[in-house]
């Protein structure tokens, strides 16, 4: 429970994930967890066959630009505690994301007149928030200024989300 609080933190800019290092059993809960949230939240917004194919794309192409990005930089050993730290405010970040989608749902039944503008600013905030993760966790483990971690964060995101969902709608 240590170990997940301290992971949390990092939301919230707090720790350096280079200091911490999981363990093997805390490591697939995560990507469990960032499976069954993805599928959850991909579920909720379209096929749910479709949404398992882009959730199983979407974890290939983090851990792939992941190791990928660690091999260029010949930082192989953090491969570890990096997808580790991604993953948990991914984990985060989706579990907001499956609230946020439980609150349009409501207004949706409730006929509330501005639910498009409360989803789409949770929507952004939920982004926002997510590469400010990313890059967090980046400038920490590698010690970037500010603006190439949060550049990295964004191409992350480019690659992570966008890439599955351009080839899903292929």
Request: aromatic share 18%; hydrophobic share 60%.
């Amino acid at each position: 429970m240590t170990l997940l609080l301290k992971y949390l933190s990092l939301c919230f800019f707090i720790n350096n994930p280079a200091e911490l290092v999981p363990s093997k059993s805390f490591m697939w809960k995560v990507v469990w967890f960032y499976l069954i949230s993805g599928f959850i939240v991909e579920g909720l917004i379209s096929d749910p066959a479709d949404g398992t194919l882009e959730v199983l794309m979407r974890a290939v192409m983090a851990f792939s630009s992941i190791a990928l990005f660690l091999v260029m930089t010949k930082k192989w050993l953090y491969f570890n505690q990096l997808f580790t730290a991604i993953f948990v405010g991914e984990n985060v970040i989706m579990t907001l994301a499956i609230a946020a989608e439980a609150l349009d749902f409501v207004m949706v039944m409730n006929h509330y007149e501005y639910r498009e503008e409360i989803s789409i600013s949770l929507g952004v905030l939920l982004v926002g928030w997510y590469i400010a993760i990313v890059g967090y966790i980046f400038r920490q483990f590698f010690w970037y200024k500010i603006p190439v971690s949060l550049l990295i964060a964004f191409s992350y995101f480019v690659l992570t989300y966008g890439m599955p969902m351009l080839f899903m709608d292929i």
